[in-house]
């Protein structure tokens, strides 16, 4: 992804969005249309639910629909492998794969991530030490530095108030101690659209270097993660802002 023309002295600020699973055509227009929307749209089509009776995603149809769509419009596209015999059909769709949390530690996967030259989003699973997502880190180094982006996505802690606790420290830690770039994800990390706009707010003023932001156009009727989704309002007024506080941080806003 992720080649742009920045004014120095700004670093990018990458804002990607879109709805936990992509559901379908009318809900994937209502957010390529929107004005000002951004041109990195996630959205799962495999999904790693916790209960198997949950929305799986729609897989094959998935594809399909993101194949037709990138047709007429021009966008990068993030979604999940959950396994390596997915890589091949979401090659055609794909521009940067995510492994989710529940996937960090399967090295298998990583190792066979690491041999497409695709950009690998690597979320911290939910109990990983910094450590052990570095470690992590290391099975796709293949591809280089720039391909690498690590996720802080929220970590298990004896806090339960939150959906998880957002470890804006281990984004310091890691913008201190690597060079990889860092995206946060305010969404699974804090498990409530009130949370979503100040935890995208303080992400960018702790050093991140982008956001992941569950966005749908009707959040009520969202397939997963309804309660977490901001709506294209809050979406407009979360860009707004970050574009405001960017100037602070010397930070370029990408979307
Ligand atoms: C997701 O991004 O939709 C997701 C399932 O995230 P995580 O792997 O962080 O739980
Ligand atoms: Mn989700």
Known sequence: ??????????????????????ESEEQMLALLRHPGFTKFIRGGIYKMRTSPSSFQGLRNEGIELIKKLKKNFDFHFTTEVSDPRQIQELMQITDV????????????????????????LLKRAFSATLAELLAASEYLAPLGRDKILLCERGIRTFETATRNTLDLGGVMYLKKHTDYKVIVDP????GERDYILPAAYASLAAGADGL????HPSPSSALSDA????????????????????????????V
């Open 227 to 254: 309660q977490q989704a901001i709506d294209l309002n809050d979406y407009d007024l979360m860009l707004k802002k970050l574009q405001e506080l960017a100037h602070i941080f010397d930070k370029q806003i990408l």
């Open 187 to 190: 969404s699974h990390a804090l």
């Open 1 to 22: 992804m992720l080649e742009t023309k920045l004014e120095k002295p700004y670093t990018p600020f990458y804002l990607i969005a879109g709805p936990c699973s992509v």
């Open 97 to 120: 794969f995510q492994v989710g949390a529940r996937n960090m530690y399967n090295y298998e996967l990583l190792k066979e991530l690491a041999q497409m030259g695709r950009p690998v």
């Open 212 to 215: 992941l932001v569950e966005t």
